[in-house]
């Protein structure tokens, strides 16, 4: 039962063509989903088009009233005096009603949207690191040097591209895409006036506007290289900032403080400096388009005035109006434009975790009970790690047997139980459980017989009953009784750990081999399960273990001598 390997996108094989090509087919893909339910497309299409109807009138009810200031009025108004007041009002009136409802409308379903994508991107990125652990690329950046840009990618980073990459994606296609269709919306009825009001003179600012929308695309390729820049410095902050956390209790140990804080500092300082050109530039593109509608009405009206363009004199004011209020979708329209430049940066971001599968592959529980490993002899031969320094190892473990393995720290105790687990590939060697070759099996419960209790051993922010049960087989004993741990079970009740209730070093690698236990993999491999603790925690962790001899196999691997204590064998490690 092997899981297929994930293909993952490698950083270098990133380049602008594919992330547009990719990009598209995200947000198309997305499109599809959300625009099979006809009410999605009334919200979204139906409110644009009020939206953008409702701006050209007010832009024409807006041009009346100047028109009726002057003395003038306007050729499609029947009324005049207080009634054509009265009547533009009202026109007036229904169109902001009309933009208000329809850009509501739209807004609505633009957030529904880029928030199903939102969900698609996290599950494909979270994908892409599961499948990449399970299969063993991905490792901890103490195990040897890091092969490709996954392993030199940090949770850290990791964390970034799940939050602010997922989210530059997502702005993308809500804040670019679809704003930017709306926006086009909003021009298409505004030009269609400027041309019925005066056709010259619509044709020339037509013409000024895309004459200006080329020249900008220069700046635009400025500002994603800014956007780029932008993400690796906050990754690079995040980063900082989180070991600066995390290893707090280290830092003041060392009278380190000052330096980590300057580390931070100048990083957050760099990013500053880049999120303010960031917003300079995006502040600039985005200002552009009302500079390109006054610049625009300044050259129309220069071309009139040189007699190059002629236009009846009732004509130029309800166009100056109407021109002068095009500025709003025109800036929206470039503001989009940002967004999905940004969009492009984000998922820059976010492709060397990606998975190429579909989003949603991994389960985080089976729903169905799963085969259960026999008890049976584990056979390594001959077997070589990629890391550490161990000569090839040749060990049988009986079952129900539990055996030391000692060796200095560095050598590649750590390694060894990981690429037992699937978690690092063996360069050479043989690996079996019973008359099953496992050397190439990925890893999980039930492709490999092991169940491990790492070093740190972690908990969930949950109940001591749903840390044990992470992944429990069914109808399995209490793994507390059998290691003698019951009292945690009345002490704890349904508090919350780390939450409610902080654990002691022992009380932690209790849960934590208690959690293995309940799995009812037959061997339990533990990793240095009383590093850091004190006598008493000690005597009472290796008592725990020592209860499991004939119900499970243990392999632990120490650097310490009290765990020999209850070994059936103790084997040195050169």
Request: some cysteine; aromatic content about 4%; glycine content about 10%.
């Amino acid at each position: 039962m092997h899981a297929a390997r994930a293909s993952l996108r490698p950083a270098s094989a990133t380049n602008g063509a594919a992330t547009v090509q990719s990009l598209s087919s995200y947000y198309v893909q997305t499109l599809r989903r959300v625009f099979r339910h006809p009410r999605a497309i009334f919200a979204f299409v139906g409110g644009s088009l009020m939206h953008g109807v409702g701006h050209a009138v007010m832009a024409l009810a807006a041009a009346a009233c100047a028109q009726s200031v002057l003395g003038q009025r306007a050729p499609w108004l029947r009324v005049s005096g207080l009634d054509a007041a009265l009547t533009l009002a009202w026109l007036g009136l229904g169109a902001v009603l009309a933009k208000v409802v329809g850009g509501a409308l739209a807004a609505s379903t633009q957030a529904q949207v880029s928030g199903e994508l939102g969900c698609d991107l996290r599950l494909r990125v979270l994908d892409g690191w599961m499948h990449a652990v399970a299969c063993g690329q991905a490792r901890h950046p103490d195990h040897g040097e890091p092969a490709n840009a996954l392993e030199t990618s940090t949770s850290a980073r990791a964390l970034g591209a799940l939050t602010s990459g997922v989210r530059e994606v997502e702005l993308g296609l809500a804040h670019g895409v679809m704003a930017g269709v709306r926006a086009m919306v909003q021009l298409v009825p505004l030009a269609a006036l400027l041309l019925a009001l005066a056709p010259r003179l619509g044709v020339g600012a037509l013409l000024a506007l895309g004459l200006f929308g080329a020249v900008s695309s220069r700046a635009r390729n400025a500002l994603k290289r800014a956007h780029s820049d932008a993400g690796k410095k906050a990754d690079a902050l995040l980063e900082a900032a989180d070991d600066a956390v995390k290893h707090a209790e280290l830092w003041a140990t060392y009278g380190a403080q000052g330096r980590v804080r300057a580390q931070v500092a100048a990083l957050g300082q760099s990013w500053t400096r880049q999120s303010s050109r960031l917003e300079l530039l995006g502040g600039a593109l985005s200002g552009s388009s009302e500079l390109l509608a006054a610049l625009a009405l300044v050259i129309v009206f220069g071309l009139v005035r040189m007699g190059w363009v002629t236009s009846p004199d009732a004509s130029l004011l309800p166009f100056a109006v109407v021109f002068f209020l095009a500025y709003r979708p025109l800036r929206e329209l470039g503001d989009a434009r940002g967004a999905w430049l940004r969009a492009r940066a984000g998922l820059d971001r976010l492709e060397p975790w990606m998975s190429t599968t579909h989003a949603g592959e991994l389960e985080s529980a089976p729903t169905t009970e799963r085969a259960r490993w026999t008890m049976a002899p584990l056979h390594l031969g001959q077997l070589a790690l990629l890391h550490g320094d161990l000569s090839p190892l040749s060990i049988d473990l009986a079952p129900g047997e539990i055996v030391v393995l000692r060796g200095p720290t560095g050598i590649g105790k750590s390694s060894l139980l990981r690429t037992l687990l699937g978690l690092e590939r063996a360069s050479s060697g043989e690996l079996r459980y019973g008359d099953s070759d496992i050397s190439q099996a990925p890893a999980g419960l039930t492709t490999r017989p092991f169940a491990w209790v790492p070093q740190d051993a972690p908990l969930l922010l949950g109940t001591l009953d749903e840390n044990i049960n992470l992944a429990a087989a069914p109808h399995q004993t209490d793994p507390l009784r059998l290691i003698g741990a019951e009292r945690l079970r009345s002490e704890l009740g349904d508090r919350v750990l780390g939450r409610d209730r902080t654990l002691s070093g022992g009380e932690r690698q209790w849960v934590a081999i208690a959690r293995a236990i309940a799995t009812e993999q037959p061997i339990l491999l533990l990793d240095e399960p009383t590093s850091g603790l004190d006598p008493a925690s000690q005597r009472l962790v290796l008592e725990a273990i020592r209860r499991l001899r004939g119900a499970r196999s243990v392999l632990l691997v120490t650097h310490r001598e009290e765990p020999a204590s209850i070994a059936d064998r103790v084997i040195l490690l050169t």
